[in-house]
């Protein structure tokens, strides 16, 4: 959001959007640092340490919002209106037979961001150690696998993914940042608490959010319980 409002009046969408979209992701992987390291390091409980850091999240949004992003002379606690450079390209653009849909290109960077994490996870050496973490980390430690980085490792592209997913998120879905929405909104107070909602959901995986943005949010609670059963870094 800080990215969008900084640039969308200077730069064109072809390099705006892109930024909002690193911006997200840098700062989740940023964000979920912190609660890697305390599990790794400490032995705090990453779902505890989560769970605070969405409501410490939450009140950072509030207090950067009404100190800093309302426009002046405003009462109503949300952002400007972000320019048109802001507003993410709808899939109807390109592909005509799809009507006047509010589906976006949102839709495609969420299934590549899928398909990267499935082989990274699935088809790689780094992924089954991943697995062998989450199934049995004292196996793992004796195979040679360092505990501590894999978790951090982890816990930082998870972050990175649910930065990601919270600025792709559309507007009718999950509340995340508005920065590379659909509609070009703003950024409101209310979405502060939304996207705490939305990081407890992605504590169990990120990639499920992802997947609710390309099909249904239950399915994706679905698909998350499955996942974090079989690679959880718990």
Known sequence: TLAMLAFDATLSPWLLIPLA?????????????????????????VVVTTIMFNFIAASLMNFIIVKYLIPEGQQNPASRVFSAAGEMPRLGEW????????????????????AIYGVMVWRSSWGYQ?????????????????????????????GALAGLGAGEVERQRLAGFPAVRGGGGVDRQDDAEEAAVAGFRLDLDPSAVHLGEALDDRQAEAGAAHVARAAAVH
């Open 21 to 45: 979209i690193v911006a997200s992701a840098v700062f989740g992987a940023a964000w979920a640092f912190l609660p890697g390291y305390l599990q790794a390091k400490r032995g705090s409980h």
């Open 95 to 114: 592909f005509p037979v799809l009507g006047d849909t509010p589906l976006n290109v949102s839709f495609i960077i969420a299934i590549i961001a899928l």
């Open 130 to 158: 991943l697995r062998a973490t989450g199934l049995n980390h004292h196996a793992a430690h004796y195979a040679g696998v360092s505990i501590s980085r894999m978790i951090i490792v982890a816990m930082l592209i998870s």
